[in-house]
T-cell receptor, first 116, second 109 residues
Framework: NAGVTQTPKFQVLKTGQSMTLQCAQDMNHEYMSWYRQDPGMGLRLIHYSVGAGITDQGEVPNGYNVSRSTTEDFPLRLLSAAPSQTSVYFC???????????????FGPGTRLTVL | GQQVMQIPQYQHVQEGEDFTTYCNSSTTLSNIQWYKQRPGGHPVFLIQLVKSGEVKKQKRLTFQFGEAKKNSSLHITATQTTDVGTYFCAGPSWGKLQFGAGTQVVVTP
């Protein structure tokens, strides 16, 4: 199993540009989520999904969109990039609590995004 | 809403010494998880604690869940250079995990 994969690994954008960060998992996990990591602020939840067709907002959703058309994929779209979105983005997946007794998160390798 | 706080934010440790990092929640947690992130890497799950007062060990790492299930600690004995990284605790909140800001551990040989 590849686990959780993310592309690209690095990206530089200009202010106002849009792009999609890709995330895929091959573990048949129902729950997927996106976090951003900034120095001194830990991991902050952007959006999450409890299954295909179902998404919800996390702690810092503004400026980002998500969709979940399949169990495997959970792309994150930046609508109009801003310098404040410079960060490291992690995608994570896990079994839902209804399937397992715990919800260990499996993280992807991350995408390092710089917005100029 | 629930807040998960970690102290200290930074920990400089001499190789061979012990240290402890703490995680505190404003509300009672059903469980708490700990993750480790190596420099330049991604968070990796270490352990989950569920029961009040639970203590679990992984080699030199000892994890404890408080009796009131509002705090947790990670104690590392005889620190090694391989312990370098940031340690996060995380608690569930309405089906989502809320992460603390992490304790960044630097080990001096």
């Amino acid at each position: 199993n590849a686990g959780v994969t993310q592309t690209p690994k690095f990206q530089v954008l200009k202010t106002g540009q849009s792009m999609t960060l890709q995330c895929a998992q091959d573990m048949n996990h129902e729950y997927m989520s996106w976090y951003r990591q900034d120095p001194g602020m830990g991991l902050r939840l952007i959006h999450y999904s409890v299954g295909a067709g179902i998404t919800d907002q996390g702690e810092v959703p503004n400026g980002y969109n998500v969709s979940r058309s399949t169990t495997e994929d959970f792309p994150l779209r930046l609508l109009s990039a801003a310098p404040s979105q410079t960060s490291v983005y992690f995608c994570a997946s896990s079994y839902t609590e209804t399937q397992r007794s715990y919800n260990e998160q499996f993280f992807g390798p991350g995408t390092r995004l710089t917005v100029l | 809403g629930q807040q998960v706080m970690q102290i200290p934010q930074y920990q400089h440790v001499q190789e061979g010494e012990d240290f402890t990092t703490y995680c505190n929640s404003s509300t009672t947690l059903s469980n708490i998880q700990w993750y480790k992130q190596r420099p330049g890497g991604h968070p990796v799950f270490l352990i989950q604690l569920v029961k009040s007062g639970e203590v679990k060990k992984q080699k030199r790492l000892t994890f404890q869940f408080g009796e009131a299930k509002k705090n947790s600690s990670l104690h590392i004995t005889a620190t090694q250079t391989t312990d370098v990284g940031t340690y996060f605790c995380a608690g569930p909140s309405w089906g989502k995990l809320q992460f603390g800001a992490g304790t960044q551990v630097v080990v001096t040989p």
